[in-house]
């Protein structure tokens, strides 16, 4: 298994403070099945910009203290990207790292816009254009997606994959995120996980969100796929079949 969206590199974001989080968020995942880690840091322009290399580093470490410790994890660079203007030259400035240096770029938009940007379009597209799938994260936690959810339908159809977090089940992030979800995974329209964790507290309550998660897809295979198989193409930097929602 693969976690999609973690911030488990020490003293990089808001995630893991120091390598003993990260050690022991690592041996918290690895018990519960994962053996790949997408080291999604927060990348803010203005705010968090990691330098790539430096980036890449600290990511060299942490595969290096995870092998002394004796957990057995495999950590990918990442990057959660803020939405701005010019993603597309921030990947190839090598300011940011694609998910897993794939095809694939996880892309966070602003919480709280009741309609989403319509610039987010034209970036989207422009991404595209130069061979790069963007995936949402965490489209339940929007404002827009509880407005109106069929603006993912719309985002599903123009090409964009959508990454929902495990603990949003739960009402961590809020009663809103949690129907939002809910409405998402009954509908068809969750392409991959991630706990997005910042801390060890996600994998306390995983097993029982896992659970309910399951229980609202609904179909064996289908969640084979989104959480096994989809997240291996991104790996591979393999091209993933869409599926479109149901419509109600
Ligand atoms: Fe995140």
Known sequence: MIDM?????????????????SIEMGRKAESLGYKSILATSHYIVHDNELVNREFVSNIDKLNELYEIEK????????????FTNDIVELIQ?????????SRYVLIELPLFNKIIPMNVYDEFNKLQDAGYIPVLAHPERYDFVTENIETLVTLIESGVLLQANIASISGKYGSQAKKNLKKMLKRN?????GTDSHTTSVYEIYEKCMKKIKKLVNDEERFEKILIENPNHVVNDEKIDIWYPKYK
Do not use: R, W
Request: with cysteine.
């Open 5 to 21: 969206h973690c911030h488990i590199v020490p003293y990089t974001d808001d995630g893991a403070k120091d390598t003993q989080t």
């Open 189 to 193: 329209m969750v392409h991959f996980l």
């Open 71 to 82: 957990i057995d994890l495999k950590v990918y660079p990442a990057n959660e990207v803020f």
């Open 93 to 101: 400035n090598k300011k940011v790292c694609t998910l897993a240096n």
